[in-house]
């Protein structure tokens, strides 16, 4: 074996398995981009703004069975129809079509008025302005007319656009989750939650498809952390405090975007 040889074994002999290499560790962490954004934590709120346990899964219930009659109105008009009639109220002097269009605003009603007599005392909180029918407007004819809204209508249009069922109906999934997205980043640009944004997020979270992408999750996750925020500048119960809750359980409990 030639000298040369012997050399070369030598040195990959003594060659070590593992080779570290010595890096300028200040100068890379001068350059380094921040991989992972500063998510905020959920914002605490005074106990006695927050919704009761029995009131959630009550509330929790219902919109699990609305959901499953927005369901059936897509799928069979037939037998929506008659699942829908024990839910509307019906007046004799009214037309059934605008009654049934007005639908999601009736239920949101309820629900919101349910959470108001879950809440003991009422301290100052003004109950009528829960029950209100804003959605609809006397004619002179003393018929009610409905507001109806089309999805292209602006978002923070606060006059009387509240979503019709039919304008829900119109949009198909992609339409709905979109608009779901759109309407949650333009409400975190926003200090206070009108019930025209309100009403929008609970039709569109009770039309949604599911299961949801991650999209949409991390904007429900979003929704969540803004309602939360919003509640913590709270003191006293109000009719915005009423809204955030609703909001809150839907993000955080019924599509599991909760952290606890």
Known sequence: MSSGSKCLRWEAAHIPKVKVAKLGGNKFNKEQSVYMPQIPN?????????SSKQWEDSFLADFSELRQVMSGLENSSAQASHELQP?????????????????IVEKFNKLKTDEVHSYQPLDSFNLQSSIDQPSMSNTEDGKISVCHQSPETSLND??????????????????RVSML????????????????????????????????????????????????????????????????????????????????
């Open 42 to 50: 959920i914002a605490p709120c005074p106990e006695h703004l927050l």
């Open 87 to 103: 839910l509307l109220i019906l007046h004799q002097d009214n037309d059934s079509s605008q009654l049934e269009d007005s639908f």
């Open 158 to 175: 606060d006059s009387c656009n509240y979503p019709t069922l039919s304008a829900i109906l119109r949009m198909d999934s992609v339409a």
């Open 181 to 260: 997205r759109k309407r949650i980043s333009s409400f975190e640009t926003l200090s206070t939650l009108s019930k025209n944004d309100c009403v929008w997020l609970f039709a569109l979270c009770a039309t949604v498809d599911t299961p949801l992408d991650a999209d949409t999750c991390a904007a429900l996750r979003s929704l969540l952390r803004k309602c939360a925020s919003l509640r913590a500048g709270k003191s006293e119960l109000d009719d915005e405090v009423v809204m955030l809750n609703i909001l809150a359980t839907l993000s955080g409990r019924y599509f599991g975007q909760s952290e606890d």
